[in-house]
Structure formats: C-alpha cells, structure tokens
Nanobody, 124 residues
Framework: QVQLVESGGGLVQAGGSLRLSCATS????????VGWFRQALGEKREFVAA????????NYADSVKGRFAISRDNAKNTVYLQMNSLKPEDTAVYYC?????????????????WGQGTQVTVSS
C-alpha cells in the first residue's frame, strides 16, 4: 500500500513559482512511476507531468512544457513538481498519483494510488 501526501501549494502571483512535493511512506517508492494531475473547478482532471520509476523518462502536458519540471529523490521518497512562470490558468487542485513499474502514463486510470491534493491559486 502506498500513501501519498502532497504539499507546497498556495497563492502566488502570475509569473511566480511554486514547488510541489509528493511524499510517500512506502518502502518500495523507487519502483513507482509518479504522475501529477490537476483539476480546476468545474473541469475534468487533466494530466500535468509524470516521471518513470527509473527516473530517466519524463512526460509533460503541452500546456506546461518549458515551465514545469518533475523530479524525484528516492532517498527521500519524494517527487517534486517545480512550477515556474505560473499563469492564472494553472489554478487548480494538484494531485500526485503512483503506479508500480508503469510507463509515464498520461491517463488517470493507469494510476492506482492518489493523494488528497493541494490547492494552487495563481492571481493575475
């Protein structure tokens, strides 16, 4: 069983930066591909970024390429999402999700474990 806890959300002005963290207590964290998804109010959950369990492959939604960066520190059982040049349209609840030995999937249904989410609000 993997429990995921997101942190690092908050209120930031457009153009600013935030770093989200996804921490887990699982001992086999290094075998899990981790993805970030977001859901704006009244919208469907959408893929943001993912990093393969091996750490060598990442994938990003077109809307965040060049602005967001996903990374992982297996020693700390944590995956990070560095978000730069934030825009008001990035406002959403951000969720991390994990799936063991998976490719960097963009579909929410590929992931077995989910965190509770952290709110990111970008003001104009």
């Amino acid at each position: 069983q993997v429990q995921l806890v997101e942190s690092g959300g908050g209120l930031v002005q457009a153009g600013g930066s935030l770093r989200l963290s996804c921490a887990t207590s699982g001992r086999t964290f290094s075998t899990y591909t981790v993805g970030w998804f977001r859901q704006a109010l009244g919208e469907k959950r959408e893929f943001v970024a993912a990093i393969r369990w091996t750490g060598d492959i990442t994938n990003y939604a077109d809307s965040v390429k060049g602005r967001f960066a996903i990374s992982r520190d297996n020693a700390k059982n944590t995956v990070y999402l560095q978000m730069n040049s934030l825009k008001p349209e990035d406002t959403a609840v951000y969720y991390c999700a994990a799936a063991q030995y998976k490719a960097v999937g963009t579909e929410a249904r590929w992931y077995n474990y989910w965190g509770q989410g952290t709110q990111v609000t970008v003001s104009s």
